[in-house]
């Protein structure tokens, strides 16, 4: 569905793309296969973080525009970002505000391959709850979550695995053009869906902003007694994958009111968790003072 503004479509999806493969690829770079098994050592944490992401998010949305009693339209759309988990953005969030670093992709890693079935079955309960007609294949989810997610991350990792040398020359020069691309994805989506976000209106907006403090909120008390793996949480479950909410809603025609309030939700999240992330990274980089 496109996208119209000031900054050309063309542009906007070619930059989302070179991001999103810039930022996991190196983000796979940097998983080390042997640290994954700190997670198997937990997995009350992890179940804890799927349970946050999954269950608890969409249970948040419903009742807060339930409450706020907004439109239709922008109820559904706000619902359909909530059940859209694995946020590859989030990742990066997660670790520059100093997540857990055998957590964190351990946790989108786990939310990418469950998304491939929790998408269809939470849509067709929705599809019930409202009455409605919404589908969506696991094999179109699939293959947006490979693409986007899980190919440039394994390759990231192959790449560190088979290229050290290469990678370790490399990837610090990777960085700082994926954070780049990043920056000007922000700007130019903020640019072009700007209009949007005001056509959304302030009720919508103010339903959006206290999901997304509420879900900050949740996820880092179910996120364990570790403050890296309460962030790793928090960010997951406050930031949605818009990139599937958005195909749902062109799968499905969904109304402009709808899509308008996926774009809104996109803007007012990642206002709304950058402070937290500010947050989080400070406080990871204090040193730990000896008890007395």
Partial sequence: MPITGLVPDTIVT??????LFAVMFTLGSGVVANDLRWTVRHPTVLAKGLFSVIVVAP????????????SREAEIGI???SICPGAPIAFRRSVDAGAHRSFAPALQISLALISVMSMPLSIAALDEFYAGHASIAPQSVAKQVFVAQLLPMALGYAFRRVLPLWANRIMPRLERVAKLLLLLLIVAVLIDVSDLVIRA???VSLA????TVLLLVVGQRLGGSDPSTQTAVAISSAMRNAGLALLV???NAASPGTVA?????????????LPYVTWRRRRAMQPIRPAH
């Fill in 59 to 70: 249970a948040i949305a419903i009742a807060i525009a339930r409450a706020l009693e907004v």
């Fill in 249 to 251: 809603a062109t799968a």
């Fill in 201 to 203: 209106g302030s009720r």
């Fill in 14 to 19: 070619l930059l989302a793309v070179a991001t």
């Fill in 79 to 81: 619902v359909l970002m």
């Fill in 261 to 273: 309030t996926v774009l809104a939700y996109v803007v007012v999240s990642a206002l709304i968790v």
């Fill in 208 to 211: 959006i902003a206290i999901t």
